[in-house]
């Protein structure tokens, strides 16, 4: 593997750290982070297989109050590397997801704990009016977050190939088939969260519709993603609820439509 791949992979785990706390552009997503991995060291197809598969599992992950969901971005970073760099099959990265997603929750919580003394810093700042060091201080945070990630990458780098494959056979089909069946379990879990988040009586039909559609052999992925996405613009475009002047009695309250369909959530 070459120098300039490495530099690139470990470039990729810096921003999916940060990205774990910004959620700007998502990169700590698995479906991303994943595909970059495979991109930079030449293996796009099982980064974006790995990458899709726990994207899946990922849906079910996430932070509600003061509880921290497990670390998606170490997950994501960790298996393409061991998939795209050290000989591990996509079935052994998706099984190793999980404990390392764990792993990483008790980073970030202990990262986010050291924080707080920048944050504090940062007041102190505030307080003298010195907004460059404050501005200086978050940025620090940030690099922070990105190493949270950067660094167990490098390490997994630098451990010998031979070493991790012994490591992987290891592992008795037992416990890697049963954290795989757990997975499949906490995919189910992120489609019905998605699904609560989104259902209503009007759209209820639609994904009645998708499960008739899916039985037709010849329309793969693409095509169902391309026939759901013009049944959305068809049903934003006809539905009085988005439309102020057609319709009828969507919007005769006067009210906001936008806010009347948030109500009926």
Known sequence: MGI???VLVLLIAFIAGVEGILDEFQFHQPIIACTLIGLATGQPAQGLLLGGSLQ????AWMNIGAAVAPDAALASI???????????????GIALAIPLAIAGQVLTIFVR????????AADNKAREGSFRSVELLHLGAL?????????????????????VTGTLQAIPEWLTGGMA????????????????????PKVWI?????????AISELNLIAMGIIGTVLALLYVQFAP??????GGGGNSGGGDPLDDILNDY
């Open 56 to 59: 899946f599992i990922a849906l």
């Open 113 to 120: 704990t050291a924080t707080v003394a920048i944050a504090h």
């Open 4 to 6: 300039v791949s490495i």
């Open 143 to 163: 690099v922070l977050q990105g190493l949270r990630i950067a660094i167990p990458a490098a390490l997994i780098i630098a451990v010998p190939a031979a070493l």
């Open 78 to 92: 960790a298996s393409a590397i061991l998939v795209t760099m050290r000989g591990a099959s996509v079935s052994e």
């Open 241 to 246: 609820e988005f439309n102020r002047g057609g």
């Open 206 to 214: 639609f994904f009645a519709l998708g499960f008739a559609l899916s």
């Open 181 to 200: 069946v757990g997975g499949g379990f906490i995919v189910a879990v992120g489609y019905a969260m998605v699904i609560n988040m989104m259902a209503t």
